[in-house]
Nanobody, 123 residues
Framework: QVQLVESGGGLVQAGGSLRLSCVFA????????MAWFRRAPGREREFVAT????????DYANFVKGRFTISRDNAKNTVYLQMNSLKPEDTAVYYC????????????????WGQGTQITVSV
């Protein structure tokens, strides 16, 4: 059974940085593309970033380009999301997700999900 466990959330001031981690267990991590999504209060869950199984390809939502960086360490079965220049509108629950095979920004294609970690950005 696949388990994804996020960590690194918390409260940060606008302009600050946080790094999220997501540990993957139960399958061969290096064969899974990974992604981060988020759900802000009162809004639907939305795509943030994705990374291919080998780490060579990444893709980002326009609203995080230049501020967030997704990466992975296949030796540690972990995917990361480095978030810089945080804004109050980045406040949300952030979820990591995994799918076998190729990467995508489409939420429906992700097979496995973490429980989410709260990010709150204060003014």
């Amino acid at each position: 059974q696949v388990q994804l466990v996020e960590s690194g959330g918390g409260l940060v001031q606008a302009g600050g940085s946080l790094r999220l981690s997501c540990v993957f267990a139960g399958r061969t991590f290096s064969t899974y593309s990974m992604a981060w999504f988020r759900r802000a209060p009162g809004r639907e869950r939305e795509f943030v970033a994705t990374i291919s199984w080998g780490g060579r390809t990444t893709d980002y939502a326009n609203f995080v380009k230049g501020r967030f960086t997704i990466s992975r360490d296949n030796a540690k079965n972990t995917v990361y999301l480095q978030m810089n220049s945080l804004k109050p509108e980045d406040t949300a629950v952030y979820y990591c997700a995994g799918k076998s095979g190729g990467w995508t920004s489409r939420e429906i294609e992700y097979e496995y999900w973490g429980q989410g970690t709260q990010i709150t950005v204060s003014v």
